[in-house]
C-alpha cells in the first residue's frame, strides 16, 4: 500500500514558478514509476510527467516540455513538479500517481495509487 500527500500548489501569476512535492509513504516507493497529472474544469485528468522507479527515464507531455521538470529523491519517498513559466492554461488539479508498470497518455487505467490532488491556479 502506498499512500501519496501532494503540497506546493497554490495562486501565482503567469510566467511564475511553482514547484509541487509529493510524499509517499511504505518502504516500496523505489519500485514505483511516479507521475503527475492535472485535471482542469471540465476536462480528463492527464498526464503531465512521469519519472521511471530509479529517475534515468522521464516523459514529459508536450505542452510543458522545457518549463516542467520532475525528479525523485528515493532516500525521501518524495517526488518533485518543478514548474517555471506557468501559464493561465497550466491551471488545474495536480495528481501525484504511482505504478508499477510504466503509464503513457493512453494507459492511465495502469496507475495503482493517486494522490488527493492540489489545486494550481495561474492568473493572466
Known amino acids: 500500500q502506498v499512500q501519496l500527500v501532494e503540497s506546493g500548489g497554490g495562486l501565482v501569476q503567469a510566467g511564475a514558478s511553482l514547484r509541487l512535492s509529493c510524499a509517499a509513504s511504505?518502504?516500496?516507493?523505489?519500485?514505483?514509476?511516479m507521475e503527475w497529472f492535472r485535471q482542469a474544469p471540465g476536462q480528463e485528468r492527464n498526464l503531465v510527467a512521469a519519472?521511471?522507479?530509479?529517475?534515468?527515464?522521464?516523459y514529459y507531455e508536450d505542452s510543458v516540455k522545457g518549463r516542467f521538470t520532475i525528479s525523485r529523491d528515493n532516500a525521501k519517498n518524495t517526488v518533485d513538479l518543478q514548474m517555471n513559466n506557468l501559464k493561465p492554461e497550466d491551471t488545474a488539479v495536480y495528481y501525484c500517481?504511482?505504478?508499477?508498470?510504466?503509464?503513457?497518455?493512453?494507459?492511465?487505467?495502469?496507475?495503482?495509487?493517486w494522490g488527493q490532488g492540489i489545486q494550481v491556479t495561474v492568473s493572466s
Open positions: 511504505g518502504r516500496t516507493f523505489s519500485s514505483y514509476h
Open positions: 519519472i521511471s522507479w530509479n529517475g534515468i527515464t522521464t
Open positions: 500517481a504511482a505504478s508499477k508498470r510504466w503509464v503513457t497518455s493512453t494507459t492511465t487505467f495502469l496507475v495503482d495509487y
